[in-house]
């Protein structure tokens, strides 16, 4: 009986000093299906600024209806303003034309997107490293995709009805 | 060896006599005597220990006299016709190891064994060993039972809600304790030095409990208060261990905590009360953690006569303490170049929250025995409970108060049938900016029936209940279950109830925003969540002192609540998932060695936990729910010095909700060490949890509790 009891006591413990949370640097985890990167801030926070989120779309956006197509459906938030802040995706794997970070202006916005172009703003999106006035195109495999880096400019930020037309 | 030709004789022939106890001579009463191998004749000594066979058959007949808690005794005599012989029997007391007690299952006392649904008991002797400080700690350590976030979860039955809508209903001494706001439950409710034991039935309990008991019950029994005077005091203080790296620290000096408790009764034989006081502080492992409890827990009893008891409960508990909501991530606060900091606060989200909270729990109760074969009981109660919370960019209050009555009786037609039919109301009444003003008002009627057939007891039995929010059109559930027990060596069990729970306020009608601006939306048309679940059980006692009890469940639910994005992604709701199911295994075994020194425990969850395949969503796993949680626990006594330990394995989740990609899924093992010293009145506790520093988290973003070291001393009077 003692000899069970303390191998069933040392097992457990063999067990238990194996893993944990560990001190890790940031960057994309071991394991993670998505994209990250490292977002840089430029200009002064609005005051009217709710949230800050980071989502993906598999195609540009043309509507309004393509609006909320945009994945993950829980979109990560990002800190408003700050120090260059390491963001992270998950996502299925595919391809994606337009990560982009949107600002959400305080109040309610409709679940028909009715007052999207009042209440949310593009502040930022990953652009194309050979031509940095479009989209950059991401294509997501079994792993994390890393170094998707992009600008917040609160200076700068576009109305929904900028990039397509609204009715 | 006896009983030549009974059958054949036929003269009226009897035995009489008295069945005394050897130590102190008095009357024992309700002994059983029988004559006959077969046990062919049998009567119960009466209150005065007599009794009297009558027309037993001539011959030389064994008489066989057997009491709980005497070592049975057996005598021969020699009947003539027409004879009546005198027998004066002597039962010496013996030590058994009987059968526990619980009055949950049915809401009726029945032996552990007799219970159609898995019961799980932690038994004072665990609560000791343990020497924790909270009621929740306790349960925690319960065969099947595991917390997430404060949030108590059966079998699979709760994921992670934020603590409201539990699926779990907390009984104190049998009074319902959900919040009436928020459908969940308090913990700090009742001081953990009030608790003698608990009792968890897992499994579908609505056909008598009604809503809430849709994955289990947990009842917090108090003990019965002595006669004379009795005081204890405890005393414990600890520390936790500081962040086992440097990246990670928050603080330059080692949080502690202390806790002082002082119980004491006093009880005559009609007159007998209670109260227990309890504070406690604590600095936490976390940054902006501190937090202060305050309890007082009191009973009083009138044994207005042998067969009138009236009983009155109060509690009252205020907690204020500082919330972490949640850790922070990469840019979220110091960071340090680390990817999250478990043990720092979200500057952005969390910095400056707060939350006091109140509560309290009245009742009173009046048990009476009308009759051997009729008994009724009648309780009110009135459950308060407040809470602020302080956090960015705003806070929310809210205050509700439920008050219920219950009417029971039990009534038992012979020694073959028992059945208990009650009714019971309660009424919500919520106020405040942190879901509004409502009322919710439910009626419950339910009738269970059990029937013996020689040794194998049948049970049937349903519950209608009606519940009705701010005086609008009602819903009505009605919540049936059936059961088997087969007793002998090895014992099975089999039940199939239905069960449901109605959605709280909080889950009806949030108005709060989470951290990340991540806001809730109403869903007034949330529909009650139901479930059918079907359990097949055995248990046995292979060995004098051990005990193995396994079971097989399976859960059927609909329209189960869970939080879910709405469609725009920047509001979560509260929504009635299609179909989920809940599969799985329970085992538990337990036993004894070395007169009693040695003592051991281990049980195992399987689960199998999926949200069936709906409109476009393929089936897939429950959130927060994990496929394999182990538990093993072993103590060893000698003389005034025992030592044991606990140790945990739950697998990672297969799926979550709310979780940061940097954050690796782990499985948990966690190790506590505990040891005891007892002279005399005095006992020392010394308790290490989570020994070897294991940092998981369960929740989002939330860590669990680190290495804790408490030293306790007890005083008892």
Same mark, same amino acid.
């Given at each position: 009986?003692?000899?069970?009891?303390?191998?069933?006591?040392l097992? $457990?413990?063999?067990?238990?000093?194996?893993?944990?949370?560990?001190?890790?640097?940031?960057?994309?985890?071991?394991?993670?299906?998505?994209?990250?990167?490292?977002?840089?801030?430029?200009?002064?926070?609005?005051?009217?600024?709710?949230v800050?989120?980071?989502?993906?779309?598999?195609?540009?956006?043309?509507?309004?209806?393509?609006?909320?197509?945009?994945?993950p459906?829980?979109?990560?938030?990002?800190?408003?303003?700050?120090?260059?802040?390491?963001?992270?995706?998950?996502?299925?794997?595919?391809?994606?034309?337009?990560?982009?970070?949107?600002?959400?202006?305080?109040?309610?916005?409709?679940?028909?997107?009715?007052?999207?172009?009042?209440?949310?703003?593009?502040?930022?999106?990953?652009?194309?490293?050979?031509?940095?006035?479009?989209?950059?195109?991401v294509?997501?495999?079994?792993?994390?995709?890393?170094?998707?880096?992009?600008?917040?400019?609160?200076?700068?930020?576009?109305?929904?009805?900028?990039?397509?037309?609204?009715? | 060896?006896?009983?030549?030709?009974?059958?054949?004789?036929?003269?009226?022939?009897?035995v009489?006599?008295?069945?005394?106890?050897?130590?102190?001579?008095?009357?024992?009463?309700?002994?059983?005597?029988?004559?006959?191998?077969?046990?062919? !004749?049998v009567?119960?000594?009466?209150?005065?220990?007599?009794?009297?066979?009558?027309?037993?058959?001539?011959?030389?007949?064994? &008489?066989?006299?057997?009491?709980?808690g005497?070592?049975?005794?057996?005598?021969? =005599?020699?009947?003539?016709?027409?004879?009546?012989?005198?027998?004066?029997? #002597?039962?010496?007391? =013996?030590?058994?190891?009987?059968?526990?007690?619980?009055?949950?299952?049915?809401?009726?006392?029945?032996?552990?064994?007799?219970?159609?649904?898995?019961?799980?008991?932690?038994t004072?002797?665990?609560?000791?060993?343990?020497?924790?400080?909270?009621?929740?700690?306790?349960?925690?350590?319960?065969?099947?039972?595991?917390?997430?976030?404060?949030?108590?979860?059966?079998?699979?039955?709760?994921?992670?809600?934020?603590?409201?809508?539990?699926?779990?209903?907390?009984?104190?001494?049998?009074?319902?304790?959900?919040?009436?706001?928020?459908?969940?439950?308090?913990?700090?409710?009742?001081?953990?030095?009030?608790?003698?034991?608990?009792?968890?039935?897992?499994?579908?309990?609505?056909?008598?409990? $009604?809503?809430?008991?849709?994955?289990? #019950?947990v009842?917090?029994?108090?003990?019965?208060?002595?006669?004379?005077? +009795?005081? /204890?005091?405890?005393?414990?203080?600890?520390?936790?261990?500081?962040?086992?790296?440097?990246?990670?620290?928050?603080?330059?000096?080692?949080?502690?905590?202390?806790?002082?408790?002082?119980?004491?009764?006093?009880?005559?034989?009609?007159?007998?009360?209670?109260?227990?006081?309890?504070? +406690? +502080?604590?600095?936490?492992?976390?940054?902006?953690?501190?937090?202060?409890?305050?309890?007082?827990?009191?009973?009083?009893?009138?044994l207005?006569?042998?067969?009138?008891?009236?009983?009155?409960?109060?509690s !009252?508990?205020?907690?204020?303490?500082?919330?972490?909501?949640?850790?922070c991530?990469?840019?979220?606060?110091?960071?340090? $170049?680390?990817?999250?900091?478990?043990?720092? &606060?979200?500057?952005?989200?969390?910095?400056?929250?707060?939350?006091?909270?109140?509560?309290?729990?009245?009742?009173?109760?009046?048990?009476?025995?009308?009759?051997?074969?009729?008994?009724?009981?009648?309780?009110?109660s !009135?459950?308060?409970?407040?809470?602020?919370?302080?956090?960015?960019?705003?806070?929310?209050?809210?205050?509700?108060?439920?008050?219920?009555?219950?009417?029971?009786?039990?009534?038992?037609?012979?020694?073959?049938?028992?059945?208990?039919?009650?009714?019971?109301?309660?009424?919500?009444?919520?106020?405040?900016?942190?879901?509004?003003?409502?009322?919710?008002?439910?009626?419950?009627?339910?009738?269970?029936?059990?029937?013996?057939? $020689?040794?194998?007891?049948?049970?049937?039995?349903?519950?209608?209940d009606? #519940?009705?929010r701010?005086?609008?059109?009602?819903?009505?559930?009605?919540?049936?279950?059936?059961?088997?027990?087969?007793?002998?060596?090895?014992?099975?069990?089999?039940?199939?109830?239905?069960?449901? /729970?109605?959605?709280?306020?909080?889950?009806?009608?949030?108005?709060?925003?989470?951290?990340g601006?991540?806001?809730?939306?109403?869903?007034? @048309?949330?529909?009650?969540?139901?479930a059918?679940?079907?359990?097949?059980?055995?248990?046995?006692?292979?060995?004098?002192?051990?005990?193995?009890?396994?079971?097989?469940?399976?859960?059927?639910a609909?329209?189960?609540i869970?939080?879910?994005?709405?469609?725009?992604?920047?509001? &979560?709701?509260?929504?009635?998932?299609e179909?989920?199911?809940?599969?799985?295994?329970?085992?538990?075994?337990?036993?004894?060695?070395?007169?009693?020194?040695?003592?051991?425990?281990?049980?195992?969850?399987?689960?199998?936990?999926?949200?069936?395949?709906?409109?476009?969503?393929?089936?897939?796993?429950?959130?927060?729910?994990?496929?394999?949680?182990?538990?093993?626990?072993?103590?060893?006594?000698?003389?005034?010095?025992?030592?044991?330990?606990?140790?945990?394995?739950?697998?990672?989740?297969?799926?979550?909700?709310?979780?940061?990609?940097?954050?690796? %899924?782990?499985?948990?093992?966690?190790?506590? @060490?505990?040891?005891?010293?007892?002279?005399?009145?005095?006992?020392?506790?010394?308790?290490?949890?989570?020994?070897?520093?294991?940092?998981?988290?369960?929740?989002?973003q939330? %860590?669990?509790?680190?290495?804790?070291?408490? %030293?306790?001393?007890?005083?008892?009077?």
């Amino acid at each position: 009986m003692r000899r069970p009891a303390l191998c069933a006591l040392l097992i $457990g413990c063999s067990l238990a000093c194996n893993g944990g949370l560990e001190p890790t640097p940031a960057g994309c985890p071991s394991g993670f299906v998505g994209i990250c990167g490292t977002v840089t801030y430029r200009g002064a926070v609005p005051e009217s600024t709710d949230v800050i989120f980071t989502v993906a779309y598999e195609t540009f956006p043309t509507g309004t209806a393509d609006l909320f197509k945009f994945k993950p459906s829980l979109p990560p938030t990002i800190p408003a303003g700050g120090v260059p802040f390491h963001y992270s995706i998950p996502l299925p794997a595919g391809r994606y034309e337009w990560v982009v970070a949107v600002w959400k202006k305080l109040g309610t916005l409709n679940p028909n997107g009715s007052n999207a172009d009042t209440l949310l703003r593009a502040a930022g999106f990953y652009r194309d490293p050979t031509d940095t006035s479009k989209p950059g195109v991401v294509v997501v495999g079994t792993g994390p995709t890393n170094s998707i880096d992009f600008v917040v400019d609160f200076a700068h930020m576009r109305r929904v009805c900028d990039l397509f037309p609204c009715p | 060896m006896l009983v030549p030709s009974l059958a054949a004789a036929q003269a009226p022939t009897g035995v009489r006599g008295t069945v005394r106890d050897s130590v102190t001579g008095a009357p024992i009463v309700d002994a059983e005597v029988t004559a006959g191998d077969s046990g062919g !004749w049998v009567a119960h000594t009466n209150g005065k220990g007599a009794y009297e066979l009558r027309q037993v058959a001539t011959g030389t007949v064994v &008489i066989h006299v057997r009491r709980l808690g005497y070592q049975s005794a057996t005598r021969t =005599v020699a009947l003539t016709p027409g004879d009546t012989v005198r027998l004066d029997v #002597v039962l010496v007391p =013996v030590s058994l190891e009987l059968a526990p007690v619980i009055v949950t299952a049915a809401k009726r006392s029945q032996l552990l064994d007799q219970a159609v649904t898995s019961v799980a008991l932690v038994t004072p002797t665990d609560i000791a060993r343990r020497g924790v400080t909270r009621v929740d700690e306790v349960v925690d350590k319960a065969p099947g039972v595991q917390f997430l976030g404060g949030q108590v979860n059966i079998r699979g039955s709760s994921g992670f809600q934020v603590g409201i809508g539990s699926r779990v209903l907390l009984l104190v001494d049998g009074v319902p304790a959900i919040q009436g706001d928020r459908g969940g439950i308090d913990w700090d409710l009742m001081p953990l030095d009030a608790i003698d034991h608990v009792e968890i039935v897992k499994g579908a309990g609505s056909s008598l409990y $009604g809503s809430a008991a849709l994955g289990g #019950v947990v009842n917090l029994l108090t003990p019965e208060v002595a006669t004379g005077f +009795h005081m /204890r005091v405890r005393a414990t203080g600890g520390g936790f261990a500081n962040p086992p790296d440097t990246l990670w620290r928050f603080r330059d000096y080692t949080g502690g905590e202390e806790l002082i408790a002082v119980n004491g009764s006093y009880g005559t034989d009609a007159l007998r009360a209670s109260v227990t006081v309890v504070g +406690h +502080h604590t600095d936490g492992y976390r940054e902006q953690d501190r937090g202060d409890t305050w309890q007082v827990a009191g009973k009083g009893e009138w044994l207005a006569s042998s067969s009138t008891h009236v009983r009155a409960t109060g509690s !009252w508990a205020r907690h204020e303490y500082e919330v972490p909501v949640v850790w922070c991530e990469y840019g979220g606060c110091d960071d340090r $170049g680390l990817a999250y900091q478990p043990f720092k &606060i979200d500057t952005a989200q969390s910095l400056g929250a707060y939350t006091t909270s109140s509560k309290s729990l009245f009742a009173a109760t009046v048990d009476h025995v009308a009759s051997p074969r009729l008994s009724w009981m009648a309780r009110g109660s !009135w459950l308060r409970t407040d809470f602020t919370d302080i956090r960015l960019p705003a806070g929310e209050s809210s205050l509700a108060d439920r008050y219920g009555v219950e009417l029971r009786g039990v009534a038992r037609s012979d020694h073959d049938r028992v059945s208990t039919v009650g009714g019971e109301v309660a009424r919500s009444e919520i106020s405040g900016d942190a879901f509004g003003n409502h009322t919710m008002t439910e009626l419950g009627g339910y009738g269970e029936g059990e029937q013996r057939l $020689g040794g194998t007891r049948l049970t049937a039995g349903a519950r209608v209940d009606y #519940v009705q929010r701010d005086g609008g059109g009602g819903t009505a559930v009605v919540s049936p279950r059936i059961g088997l027990v087969i007793p002998g060596g090895i014992t099975w069990r089999a039940s199939a109830g239905r069960a449901f /729970r109605a959605p709280s306020f909080a889950e009806l009608y949030p108005t709060s925003c989470l951290p990340g601006g991540l806001c809730t939306q109403a869903n007034p @048309l949330l529909d009650p969540e139901t479930a059918w679940s079907f359990e097949l059980g055995t248990a046995t006692a292979p060995v004098r002192g051990t005990r193995i009890d396994a079971a097989l469940f399976w859960t059927e639910a609909e329209h189960f609540i869970e939080p879910a994005v709405s469609g725009n992604g920047l509001e &979560i709701q509260f929504q009635n998932l299609e179909r989920a199911r809940i599969a799985g295994l329970d085992l538990s075994a337990s036993g004894a060695a070395w007169s009693n020194r040695l003592t051991a425990s281990l049980s195992y969850t399987f689960l199998y936990a999926r949200e069936l395949a709906h409109d476009t969503v393929p089936e897939r796993p429950l959130a927060f729910r994990p496929r394999h949680l182990l538990t093993l626990a072993a103590d060893y006594a000698l003389g005034p010095l025992s030592v044991g330990a606990d140790f945990r394995y739950m697998s990672h989740y297969e799926r979550v909700e709310l979780y940061s990609p940097a954050i690796p %899924l782990l499985s948990p093992k966690v190790l506590d @060490l505990r040891a005891t010293v007892t002279r005399g009145a005095f006992e020392a506790r010394f308790v290490v949890a989570n020994a070897l520093n294991y940092l998981y988290n369960l929740v989002p973003q939330t %860590l669990v509790p680190v290495r804790t070291a408490t %030293l306790s001393l007890v005083w008892s009077y």
